[in-house]
């Protein structure tokens, strides 16, 4: 473990140094993302026009909802997405092997390798817009609730780069992840609406199967007073399944993967 924490940590430095290299592009995704934050938040406030609820809850309750949307969305920019953008290119081209031969776990090494610097900004942005969110909640947020609901947010964040990893680990097989990567993108919508706007096989779907709907959907009900024990258990449950998934079919296509040198 402190073998990887110390890597990790090199990553980080080596991340913020190159940024700072590319100043025009490091300012102009803090702007794209402050640009999508807005165009987001007004979308629901433009709902709200219409409506006094959504999927059961007020408009306080949904502008901590999609604020946690933000910060979902910033940890996985910041996190995983440049990883999971090029390992297709790498799998295609050979370069794999770099990694294969690496003393660590070859699927950790690629999906936290490269730390995105200039979305960390928009990560405390985010934190910013949730911070604000909270502070405008007209109802008490009792503190064990506020810290099951990062704890959860957390499993959300890691759940949703194991979707994306599942959906990319046949371009072994495929050689072209490029459409496969649309329809994570597609399927990743349905994680930016309440999941209680879903019924029926829809709803278990989109919760258990393709589990979507739950990566912010059930932090902020365990917020606002949902059944904590369930809510947990299944996201918890249906986190570590999706995680042994990734796990296999990893494995299957390492076994499938035809290096630069065969």
């Known amino acids: 473990m402190t ?19 590319f100043r025009f592009d490091f300012f102009f995704r803090i702007v794209m993302d402050a640009i999508f934050y807005a165009v987001n938040l007004t979308f629901f406030w433009l709902l709200y026009q219409q409506s006094d609820s959504l999927g059961g809850w007020d408009f306080d309750q949904t502008m901590i909802f999609a604020a946690g949307i933000f910060v979902g969305d910033a940890v996985h920019m910041t996190v995983f997405s440049n990883n999971t953008w090029w390992f297709p290119i790498f799998v295609n081209k050979g370069d794999l092997d770099y990694y294969l031969v690496r003393p660590v776990s070859s699927l950790f090494f690629l999906s936290v390798r490269d730390f995105a610097a200039n979305s960390f900004l928009n990560l405390l942005l985010a934190l910013a817009i949730l911070l604000w969110a909270f502070l405008r909640y007209p109802g008490p947020l009792p503190a064990e609730r506020l810290l099951l609901y990062g704890l959860m947010m957390g499993v959300g964040a890691f759940l949703n780069y194991v979707l994306q990893m599942i959906f990319l680990v046949p371009v072994f097989w495929t050689q072209s992840g490029t459409g496969l990567r649309e329809i994570w993108f597609s399927l990743e919508r349905y994680a930016g609406r309440p ?48 995680f042994l998934v990734l796990l ?15």
Request: aromatic share 16%.
């Open 195 to 242: 999941d209680a706007i879903y019924r029926g096989w829809l709803r278990r779907v989109l919760t258990s199967i393709l589990p979507f709907a739950l990566i912010v959907s059930f932090p902020t009900r365990i917020l606002f007073g949902g059944a904590i024990a369930p809510l947990v258990l299944h996201m918890v449950g249906v986190t570590a399944v999706a």
């Open 248 to 262: 296999l079919l990893w494995r299957m296509g390492l076994k499938a993967y035809g290096s630069a040198s065969s």
């Open 3 to 21: 073998r990887y924490l110390r890597l990790y940590a090199y990553f980080l430095r080596f991340s913020f140094s190159r940024a700072m290299e």
